[in-house]
C-alpha cells in the first residue's frame, strides 16, 4: 500500500513510518537514501540499486510505495528535503552539548509528525472521541504513561475515559465495549501482543477501534477504525528500536486534547475552568 498522507512530506518521514513494512529490498534502498541524502540525490536510479545491491526495479518500486510516480520527483523531493533543512551545528561531545544535539534533532523532526495526517483523519478520530458514551483507553509497556496522560486530559475537558494499567483489565474493559463506544490504543511500534488483543476484543464487542502508532503498516492498523501515525522522532527505524521515543506520541496527544476542548466548545472551555480551579484549591492547601 503506497502512501497515503501529507502529499507535501518529506521523505524522510515517509521513509520513518513506512520502514518496518516494507520489503527487504526496499528497506535496503531507505537505508542507502538515509545514510546519506546528499548522495542519494547525486544518484540515478541505477547508481543507487548498485549503492543498496539491489536491482533498479527495486528503487523504482521503493519510490512509488513511498508516494511518488517514480524515482525523479522521489529524487526531486529528497533535494528540496536538503535544500529546506537547517544547518547543523557540529556535534559535541560535552554533555550539555548532546543534550542540546537531541533536542535540536527534536525540533528539526517537528515538522513530520503531522506528516501522514489530514483533515479527515483527525476530524473523525475527535468526532469519535467526543460523542462516545464510553472511552476506554489502552496502552502498556513505554506507552503507558501516555495512556494515562491521555485519559487525565480527557477527563480534564470534560470527556471523562477508563485507563486501567493492567494488560489483562484492559483487554477485558475494551471487550465490555458497546457499538457507538471507543476503544483508544496508544501503541509506538503497533505490534504490541497486549494492545492487538485489546484491539480486537473490542471490534469483536462492536465499539469504534481508534489507533495511535508511530508505523504506517504496523499490525495494529489494520485492526483500527481510524488510525493516526505519528512518525518516530528518531531519524531511522533502528533508532526508534534502541531510544523508543514517545515524545512525538506525546506531543500530538496534548494536542489532540486541545483540538477536542475547542470542539466541545463552552462544554470543554467549563470543564477546563473547573479542572484548573482544582488545581488552584489543591496549591493553595
Partial sequence: MPWTGDPDAPVTA??????????????????????????????????LADRAGVGRASVIRTAQTLGYDGYPQMRVALARELALAPSREEASDTVIGRLRGAVEQFGRSLPRLTSALTEELVEEFVAAVDAAPRVVVVATGLS?????????????????????????????AAGSLEPGSVCLVISGSGATATSLDAAAAARQAGATVLVMTSFARAPLVSRAD??????????????????TSRAALALVIETLVEVLVARRGSRGWQARAAAIAQVEKRLSE
Fill in 14 to 47: 515517509r521513509i520513518a513510518a513506512l520502514e518496518p513494512s516494507l520489503q527487504r529490498s526496499e528497506r535496503r534502498v531507505v537505508a542507502t537514501v538515509a545514510e546519506d541524502l546528499a548522495a542519494a540525490v547525486e544518484c540515478t536510479a541505477q547508481e
Fill in 144 to 172: 503507558a504513561p501516555l495512556g494515562l496522560d491521555l485519559a487525565m486530559r480527557l477527563g480534564s475537558a470534560g470527556r471523562p475515559a477508563e485507563y486501567l494499567p493492567d494488560a489483562l483489565a484492559q483487554q477485558i
Fill in 226 to 243: 481510524v488510525a493516526l501515525v505519528i512518525p518516530p522522532v528518531t531519524e531511522s527505524f533502528p533508532d526508534e528500536l534502541l531510544h
